[in-house]
């Protein structure tokens, strides 16, 4: 099996790999890890009310890191299996995800730019790691609707193996519902980034130990125009009840602490760093302020107001009493 294993991880992107693992530790660390675990390895830690999160969770944590060269040979029984599991399961295998730059989703969405000017203008909102999930349709931008999902980096793990889920009124509903049934995607990426919520992750981690995530999704057209409730929605939000209108292709990784100690990830070296154009309005932004230059318009109003504030004062004996007893001056 290690031979099996190694093959694997050697066809395998690192970056995939590390972010398999990280989302199922997260899964397993999460106090809703009963939900977030779905599917779950019950072959090998049991099943239902059985299920043993805290043996997962050892195996993980306890994983080395997998790039280094016949790294499969020094895992355990049960790590070779908990790792060969998760890294050609059907539903999510590691060969589908390859890691790509935020200038090659740029060119797969080349009439849908806005979220490059967000980008440029919030260096916030620049992923640590880009995946590649499923091929952009060409009928993105006409007749499929571009938009952006942030969650918790614990529902990654069920995410990724069973797509987004429309929650509404079950038990997994966790943010609500207040513009109506269905799961909630936002066209803006600051929108969506916003519910980002971090997790810890695996350990071995070479993206960082912290991490967030935005899945890029693209949904039919007619879903949304034929949602019951689209009135009532607001322009940075968009509602589907239709799980089969949703196609996720790109996910946005964040890492909000570099691993100490650990060396930077291979996609780091200049040759694969992710690069963007910035857009005209992020270099205006990214410029250092100047001072404005006063209009002389406000120079006139300004020695109008005084000349009308020194007639007010002539010609009002009450005041001009008030001064003269007050603060000693003698208005002429």
Not at 288 to 295: E, F, I, L, M, T
Request: charged content about 15%; some cysteine; overall charge positive.
């Amino acid at each position: 099996m290690a031979q099996e294993l190694q093959a694997v991880l050697d066809a395998a992107d690192p970056w995939a790999a590390d972010l398999l693992l990280s989302a199922l530790a997260a899964a397993a660390a999460s106090y809703r890890r009963a939900t977030c675990t779905v599917p779950f390895p019950s072959p090998l830690f049991g099943d239902g009310d059985a299920r043993d999160y805290a043996a997962l969770l050892q195996n993980l944590q306890a994983l080395p890191p997998l790039g280094a060269p016949g790294a499969a040979s020094r895992l355990s029984a049960q790590q070779l299996a908990l790792v060969s599991w998760l890294l050609t399961h059907p539903r999510r295998p590691v060969a589908g995800m390859r890691r790509c730059t935020l200038r090659q989703v740029q060119e797969q969405l080349p009439s849908l730019t806005g979220w490059v000017a967000d980008i440029g203008m919030n260096p916030s909102l620049r992923p640590t790691a880009v995946l590649q999930l499923a091929a952009v349709p060409p009928s993105v931008g006409s007749s499929r609707v571009l938009a952006f999902h942030g969650t918790s980096f614990e529902n990654l793990h069920s995410i990724l193996h069973h797509g987004l889920l429309n929650a509404s009124g079950t038990r997994l509903e966790r943010t609500g519902s207040a513009f109506g049934k269905g799961i909630y995607f936002s066209s803006e990426l600051a929108v969506a980034y916003a519910f980002c919520q971090p997790a810890d992750g695996w350990a071995g981690s070479a993206l960082g130990r912290r991490l967030r995530c935005l899945l890029v999704c693209s949904i039919e057209r007619e879903a949304i125009q034929s949602s019951h409730n689209s009135d009532l929605v607001p322009d940075k939000y968009i509602v589907v009840e239709a799980m089969d209108a949703v196609q996720t292709h790109f996910l946005f990784v964040y890492c909000d602490d570099a691993p100490p100690g650990s060396p930077p990830p291979p996609a780091q070296h200049p040759a694969h760093r992710q690069q963007l154009p910035l857009s005209p309005a992020a270099h205006v932004a990214a410029a250092p302020p100047r001072r404005q230059a006063v209009s002389p318009l406000v120079w006139v109003l300004a020695a109008f107001t005084l000349l009308l504030l020194a007639v007010g004062l002539k010609d009002n004996p009450s005041l001009r009493r008030f001064m003269r007893r007050q603060l000693g001056l003698r208005i002429l």
